[in-house]
């Protein structure tokens, strides 16, 4: 057989495909030590291992199947994937609000053949209206791919690029902005887009999916939903991150892009609003805000882009015996700012002192935010913050460790003045700074309390 038909495999699972005369696409029955398994057989990536093949059984899962437990392979049926969506036109209807969308890398949608088990992508207006058909009854949309890369080399370049796009789309006239990001530094580019445009007069939102579309329990359509719903709709002229509340789907959440945080490595729910409340509730239909100050949807095309960012600065995640050249080799290798992510109230251990203290000589700007996440930095109770402030450290609030590490290159790209950088950075702006912390901001509860398991079973399971 041609190598095409064994898309990705090598080594001992390709002789086993061989052996059995299955192809990569071919619906086959598997028996193996552990059973018998009935689905497709998935392509696999060429950096993946040779001891298993990929399936994609009936529940729309995919499973992996040691090659050392098949005893035997059929084949049942064969259709080979298409792997472009046919386009539709993405129909204009008047009256529906202009979006856009802007990609930074990977698909923001796309369609599963449960036949074949492709996960086809999609991106296009078109391919975007053959995927999420009903987008069309929310929006007008219109797309654009601004980089192709995986949320984790997102960076300061893409976030001034960014920031620059959102300006030249609300000078063009859209009535809302949807940026497709990947989840895992999702939080990042919220934050630094919520010091880089400042006061638009539109809702920016971005959103990801925490699960490919490949599985039943994907979130990707439906988080696209909301997001174009907010932006198109909502009145809650800010960026914000909206994806799913609970586990389950009925509803979304739009979370200010200055206080929230990815909290779960697979939850769909993962985003949460740290130290205050959610700002929005999203449906497919509705925006209810949640937060009773925000700032409104204006007419005007007035914004105010800040593309700046000072790309030596580092954020340190303090643990017990931190030894002093971790800060010093920062200042060796010339960073002008630092973010500590300090134990309870804000606390270091002894030894960093001298560091500290070189450092700060050598004007590089050092905060002090919490691990904790929530709560504030307290540096006055204890004689241990109080000589961190004497040596140059200082408190940056209740800032998000994250946050502050964008606000502060944010700032070191505007000015090298500590003076004025300290004034920027203790300037609230979009609530990273909040002047207390609600009753109601610091909610973790621990299952198997009574009360904990009342609740789960009255309203959510």
């Given at each position: 057989?041609?190598?095409?038909?064994?898309?990705?495999?090598?080594?001992?699972?390709?002789?086993?495909?061989?052996?059995?005369?299955?192809?990569?696409?071919?619906?086959?029955?598997?028996?193996?030590?552990?059973?018998?398994?009935?689905?497709?057989?998935?392509?696999?990536?060429?950096?993946?291992?040779?001891?298993?093949?990929?399936?994609?059984?009936?529940?729309?899962?995919?499973?992996?199947?040691?090659?050392?437990?098949?005893?035997?392979?059929?084949?049942?049926?064969?259709?080979?994937?298409?792997?472009?969506?046919?386009?539709?036109?993405?129909?204009?209807?008047?009256?529906?609000?202009?979006?856009?969308?802007?990609?930074?890398?990977?698909?923001?949608?796309?369609?599963?053949?449960?036949?074949?088990?492709?996960?086809?992508?999609?991106?296009?207006?078109?391919?975007?209206?053959?995927?999420?058909?009903?987008?069309?009854?929310?929006?007008?949309?219109?797309?654009?791919?601004?980089?192709?890369?995986?949320?984790?080399?997102?960076?300061?370049?893409?976030?001034?690029?960014?920031?620059?796009?959102?300006?030249?789309?609300?000078?063009?006239?859209?009535?809302?902005?949807?940026?497709?990001?990947?989840?895992?530094?999702?939080?990042?580019?919220?934050?630094?887009?919520?010091?880089?445009?400042?006061?638009?007069?539109?809702?920016?939102?971005?959103?990801?999916?925490?699960?490919?579309?490949?599985?039943?329990?994907?979130d990707a359509a439906l988080n696209l939903q909301h997001a174009a719903r907010a932006a198109g709709h909502g009145d809650i002229a800010e960026v914000?991150?909206?994806?799913?509340?609970?586990?389950?789907?009925?509803?979304?959440?739009?979370?200010?892009?200055?206080?929230?945080?990815?909290?779960?490595?697979?939850?769909?729910?993962?985003?949460?609003?740290?130290?205050?409340?959610?700002?929005?509730?999203?449906?497919?239909?509705?925006?209810?805000?949640?937060?009773?100050?925000?700032?409104?949807?204006?007419?005007?095309?007035?914004?105010?882009?800040?593309?700046?960012?000072?790309?030596?600065?580092?954020?340190?995640?303090?643990?017990?015996?931190?030894?002093?050249?971790?800060?010093?080799?920062?200042?060796?290798?010339?960073?002008?700012?630092?973010?500590?992510?300090?134990?309870?109230?804000?606390?270091?251990?002894?030894?960093?002192?001298?560091?500290?203290?070189?450092?700060?000589?050598?004007?590089?700007?050092?905060?002090?935010?919490?691990?904790?996440?929530?709560?504030?930095?307290?540096?006055?109770?204890?004689?241990?913050?109080?000589?961190?402030?004497?040596?140059?450290?200082?408190?940056?609030?209740?800032?998000?460790?994250?946050?502050?590490?964008?606000?502060?290159?944010?700032?070191?790209?505007?000015?090298?003045?500590?003076?004025?950088?300290?004034?920027?950075?203790?300037?609230?702006?979009?609530?990273?700074?909040?002047?207390?912390?609600?009753?109601?901001?610091?909610?973790?509860?621990?299952?198997?309390?009574?009360?904990?398991?009342?609740?789960?079973?009255?309203?959510?399971?």
């Open positions: 057989m041609a190598e095409d038909i064994f898309q990705g495999y090598k080594g001992k699972a390709l002789q086993t495909l061989m052996k059995f005369n299955v192809r990569v696409w071919g619906q086959a029955e598997i028996a193996t030590t552990r059973g018998k398994f009935t689905g497709t057989v998935l392509p696999r990536s060429e950096n993946d291992d040779d001891l298993h093949i990929v399936l994609k059984i009936a529940t729309g899962y995919n499973i992996g199947i040691d090659v050392e437990t098949v005893s035997d392979m059929v084949e049942t049926g064969y259709k080979k994937a298409v792997y472009k969506i046919p386009e539709k036109e993405f129909p204009f209807t008047p009256g529906l609000p202009m979006v856009k969308l802007l990609g930074t890398g990977g698909t923001i949608a796309s369609r599963l053949d449960y036949r074949t088990g492709a996960v086809i992508p999609a991106f296009s207006p078109g391919e975007l209206y053959g995927a999420v058909p009903e987008l069309a009854s929310i929006c007008n949309l219109s797309t654009e791919k601004l980089f192709a890369v995986f949320s984790e080399n997102m960076g300061p370049e893409q976030y001034k690029k960014l920031a620059i796009a959102i300006g030249k789309e609300i000078e063009n006239g859209v009535d809302g902005i949807v940026i497709g990001h990947g989840t895992d530094t999702l939080h990042h580019t919220a934050a630094a887009l919520s010091f880089m445009v400042q006061n638009p007069p539109v809702p920016i939102i971005l959103v990801g999916s925490q699960r490919s579309s490949d599985r039943p329990s994907s914000m991150v909206c994806m799913f509340g609970p586990t389950s789907d009925e509803y979304g959440l739009l979370h200010r892009g200055t206080r929230v945080r990815k909290m779960h490595s697979s939850y769909r729910s993962t985003f949460r609003t740290i130290s205050d409340t959610p700002i929005a509730t999203v449906n497919k239909i509705e925006v209810k805000p949640i937060k009773k100050i925000y700032s409104h949807r204006r007419k005007d095309r007035n914004v105010t882009i800040l593309p700046f960012f000072q790309e030596r600065v580092a954020m340190v995640y303090y643990y017990p015996n931190m030894f002093p050249d971790i800060i010093d080799s920062l200042v060796d290798n010339g960073y002008k700012g630092i973010v500590i992510a300090g134990t309870g109230l804000g606390h270091i251990n002894k030894p960093l002192y001298p560091a500290i203290e070189r450092a700060a000589k050598k004007g590089v700007a050092i905060y002090m935010t919490v691990q904790t996440l929530w709560g504030y930095v307290h540096m006055f109770v204890y004689d241990t913050g109080r000589d961190l402030m004497a040596k140059g450290i200082i408190p940056a609030e209740n800032m998000l460790p994250e946050v502050a590490y964008i606000k502060l290159g944010w700032a070191l790209g505007q000015t090298e003045d500590l003076e004025q950088v300290k004034k920027i950075m203790l300037t609230p702006i979009c609530d990273d700074i909040t002047r207390r912390e609600p009753y109601n901001g610091y909610l973790i509860y621990q299952g198997g309390l009574p009360e904990v398991e009342e609740f789960i079973r009255k309203y959510h399971k």
